[in-house]
Every structure is written in structure tokens, then in C-alpha cells.
């Protein structure tokens, strides 16, 4: 949009006249509302939170889940877990699917390595998101 610079017709001065500077006013400051708006958009799209480390959340987990901080988490630790509450019978079919050496203790390096569990509850070996 192109603002005209009109002069009043009876102005000796040849300057613009005063309705026209309210219409450049008007123009500068909806153009500087639009950018702002502009980069606020954009800002937003780049603030999307970031994806969590797997690696840094399993070992919050297991810390957790490791009571007497052994470095093995037990099937009664690892029963003690919130979501095994749930399900006892399921959170034991996960930790012997967890426990690769059948050791009767998961380390932190199986609990890391096991796969969590689709959305839809099929396929796939579970893992550690049934005790968080």
C-alpha cells in the first residue's frame, strides 16, 4: 500500500496536510502491530518444547525405581513402581521381558535398552513406561 503525500490546496507552505500525517501515523503503526505479530508467530513455531532425552529420562526413572540404590532395580522394587500398582501380573511379565540375562535384577543399561510400548498396545517388547 503506497501512501500519496497530498498538499492542502490552500496551504502556503506546500506541507502535508494534517488528516494525511493521521493516515501515515495509522499506516507505521498498523505496520508495526503486522510485523510483530509476524515474528511472534514465528517465535512460536520455534518454541516448541523440546523432545525429551530418552536416555536422561530412563535414568531418572530407574533412580527412582532402584530404592536401595543397588544399581539393579528387583522385581519387588520394580513392583513398587506407580504404574506396576496397577497391574502386578503385567508389571512381572514386563520386567522378565526387561531382564535380558534373567538375573532376577534389571540394570540400568537393559532398563535403557528396552522398547516401550506402542500406543495401541500391540507388538513389540515392552519396557519401563509401565512403572513410571
Do not use: Q, W
Not at 500525517?21 to 508467530?41: E, R, T
Not at 520455534?46 to 526413572?61: F, H, N, S, T, V
Amino acid at each position: 500500500m503506497y501512501i500519496v503525500n497530498t498538499v492542502h490546496p490552500h496551504s502556503r507552505d506546500n506541507t502535508p496536510t494534517k488528516n494525511n500525517n493521521m493516515k501515515i501515523a495509522l499506516y507505521l503503526i498498523g505496520s508495526a502491530l503486522l510485523a510483530s505479530s509476524v515474528c511472534s508467530a514465528e517465535e512460536g513455531k520455534k518454541r516448541k518444547r523440546p523432545m525429551p532425552d530418552r536416555g536422561a529420562m530412563a535414568e531418572k526413572i530407574f533412580k527412582k525405581l532402584d530404592a536401595d540404590s543397588s544399581g539393579t532395580v528387583s522385581l519387588e522394587e520394580f513392583k513398587a513402581g506407580p504404574r506396576a500398582k496397577e497391574n502386578p501380573e503385567k508389571a512381572e511379565e514386563i520386567f522378565k521381558k526387561i531382564d535380558a540375562d534373567s538375573s532376577g535384577g534389571i540394570t540400568f543399561e537393559e532398563f535403557k535398552s528396552a522398547k516401550p510400548p506402542r500406543k495401541d498396545g500391540k507388538g513389540g517388547k515392552e519396557g519401563k513406561p509401565a512403572t513410571e
